[in-house]
């Protein structure tokens, strides 16, 4: 089996969530801790730390694993979805799985594999568990796909769960309240084991202070002891200070990134306070400002070359279209072109409503079974009196709009991850 040809398996015969929807998702563990079990339950020979959250959790995994780099222990990074490269879901000090251990994972594991029917994402885990057990790694960080409670990654014990906030976002499988979707998170709380809340919500906090509570687990907010100050420019946060601990220039610019960078500094002091890791500020300084040399986090605000100026942005719900609206709500661009699509089973009336209506616009849809199609995304753009044309292709969207763009304009990639992937 070639490595083309073990892309191709995975794809065809394994159900995936990005490309497919709510039909690829389990309801149980059941299959990945069979399939772990068979491959000798690779997990249990791991110190993990296990994040979830509606938004920010990658960003937050990328934070992390930079700050055990930088403290120099061999860091496992386990994220999803992958923008260009299947093998950037899988990730040791910043590199990335080799094609020849995926090859051999799957042509060993092939009749196991057909016999317990695991989907993508299932394997995936499992295939993670695998190399970093191999690569005798110190500290894995594990990002959930969906939720936690169901999530095929809730089968580690940790040393610490994180969770970034909630929105809502999935509700059709998660749950249509705030309320909901934060038991499906709380779900990574283990006994014993402290948990890092990002956002301190009204309505989530009792069902986090409950799974706390019942699984003796000590339940921290990262902004109760963390004073943030911060200064912004024309590209994001140019400064933040915590306390009178730590200053930096942070490598990661996004408006929202602040409240990231708060909860892995938290997650820091929690893991130093509770004995589990010891951490030292400058080392965490360094990471802060070059998370990208140390972990390879791409997509998240990321500038792209251009006579225009070109941000990549892979907001995705409400939530996260607000801040990045916020944001360029307070630029001096003379125009503003943004190319945007979503996938189908998002509900948009809450986003369009958020969108600037004298953009110019560009309606993609990415080249997925699950994309909503370009020309129907205008069609529920223009009931927000937002305009634009339909383009068949994210290429051909970003295209015209560089064309259009003049050299004091902006041109903003966004909605969906893999509309991002298609112009990164």
């Known amino acids: 089996m070639t490595y083309k040809e073990a892309i191709e398996y995975m794809y065809s015969q394994l159900p995936m969530f990005q490309r497919v929807g709510k039909s690829a998702y389990r309801i149980d563990l059941t299959n990945v801790l069979t399939l772990c079990e068979s491959l000798g339950n690779p997990q249990n020979d791991l110190k993990c730390i296990h994040i979830a959250g509606t938004n920010g959790k990658g960003s937050v995994s990328h934070l992390l694993s930079a700050v055990l780099q930088a403290h120099g222990y061999k860091t496992g990074l386990y994220i999803s979805p992958h923008y260009k490269d ?22 060993e594991n092939r009749t196991l594999f057909d016999q317990i029917k695991p989907s993508f994402f299932e394997m995936t885990v499992a295939l993670a568990f695998c190399y970093f057990k191999d690569q005798k790694v110190d500290y894995s960080i594990i990002e959930t796909g969906l939720g936690g409670r169901l999530d095929a990654t809730n089968i580690i014990s940790p040393i610490m769960s994180i969770i970034t906030n909630i929105s809502l976002d999935h509700a059709d499988i998660l749950g249509d309240t705030l309320e909901k979707i934060a038991t499906e998170k709380a779900g990574i709380i283990k006994s014993h084991t402290p948990v890092i809340i990002g956002r301190r919500q009204i309505e989530t906090e009792g069902v986090f202070k409950q799974k706390a509570l019942l699984e003796h687990a000590n ?45 892995v500094f938290a997650a820091c002091k929690i893991l130093n306070q509770e004995n589990r890791i010891e951490l030292k500020i400058d080392k965490i300084k360094s990471a802060f400002q070059n998370t990208t040399d140390y972990s390879k986090i791409m997509g998240r605000w990321q500038w792209k070359e251009g006579i225009s100026k070109i941000l990549l942005e892979s907001a995705h719900n409400q939530d996260g279209i607000q801040f990045l609206m916020n944001w360029l709500m307070q630029q001096h661009y003379d125009e503003q072109h943004i190319v945007i699509g979503f996938v189908n089973d998002k509900p948009l009336d809450e986003v369009l409503n958020l969108l600037p209506r004298n953009a110019h616009y560009y309606f993609v849809n990415a080249q997925l079974p699950r994309a909503l199609k370009a020309s129907e995304l205008k069609e529920k753009a223009a009931l927000y009196n937002l305009r634009g044309k339909a383009y068949k292709s994210v290429k051909n969207g970003f295209l015209a709009a560089k064309k259009k763009a003049g050299k004091n304009d902006i041109i903003v990639v966004t909605g969906s991850i893999f509309v991002v992937a298609e112009v990164i």
């Open 219 to 263: 339940l921290y907010y990262a902004e109760d002891n963390i004073v943030s100050e911060f200064n912004t420019n024309n590209e994001g946060i140019s400064r933040i200070r915590f306390n009178d601990e730590i200053e930096f220039s942070p490598d990661l610019k996004g408006p929202f990134q602040l409240e990231n960078y708060r909860t």
């Open 86 to 107: 299947y093998r950037e879901r899988i990730k040791v000090n910043g590199e990335y799985i080799t094609k020849k251990f995926v090859v051999r994972f799957l042509e």
